[in-house]
């Protein structure tokens, strides 16, 4: 979701199309395979996504990412596939991903996507701190 702020682009998981139609996760990622191995759909990008189990423990699942316009057309053919009377669910869905799209962020969305951005530039001044650090002591050493 918070990626989905800074990227701007609309995106569905195979868990979300499996809640939709009202299936096994299990089944849909096998349809998904499935088409993807006859190029009926571009095989999509795999996330891990952490979630609590019935049990309440964390558990790991990987989920199929659909997004863009790609995304969202294979995302309609892997439903049809799976369940034609859900479709309809599933176009209903990416109407709504693209309307939070197109409207304007909130101040409070505005004010998370720039702490990541910063986390991110922290962190990633913190590398080349580090590499520089690395360098000069291994130059003092020679």
């Known amino acids: 979701m918070m990626n989905n702020l800074i990227t701007n682009k609309p995106s569905m998981s195979?868990?979300?199309?499996?809640?939709?139609?009202?299936?096994?996760?299990?089944?849909?990622?096998?349809?998904?395979?499935?088409?993807?191995?006859?190029?009926?759909?571009?095989?999509?990008?795999?996330?891990?996504?952490?979630?609590?189990?019935?049990?309440g423990f964390a558990v790991n699942d990987e989920v199929y990412k659909f997004s863009g316009e790609e995304g969202k057309r294979d995302s309609i053919i892997v439903v049809a596939q799976l369940s034609p009377e859900f479709t309809a669910r599933l176009v209903d869905r990416w109407k709504e991903l693209e309307e939070e799209r197109s409207r304007p962020k909130s101040q409070a969305e505005l004010i998370a996507e720039m702490a990541l951005l910063n986390v991110e530039q922290e962190r990633r001044l913190y590398q080349v701190e580090e590499q520089v650090e690395n360098r000069s002591r291994s130059c003092r050493k020679h």
């Open 14 to 55: 195979s868990l979300e199309i499996a809640e939709l139609v009202e299936k096994r996760h299990d089944n849909v990622k096998r349809t998904i395979v499935t088409l993807a191995s006859k190029d009926v759909i571009r095989s999509p990008q795999i996330e891990v996504l952490e979630r609590i189990n019935n049990l």
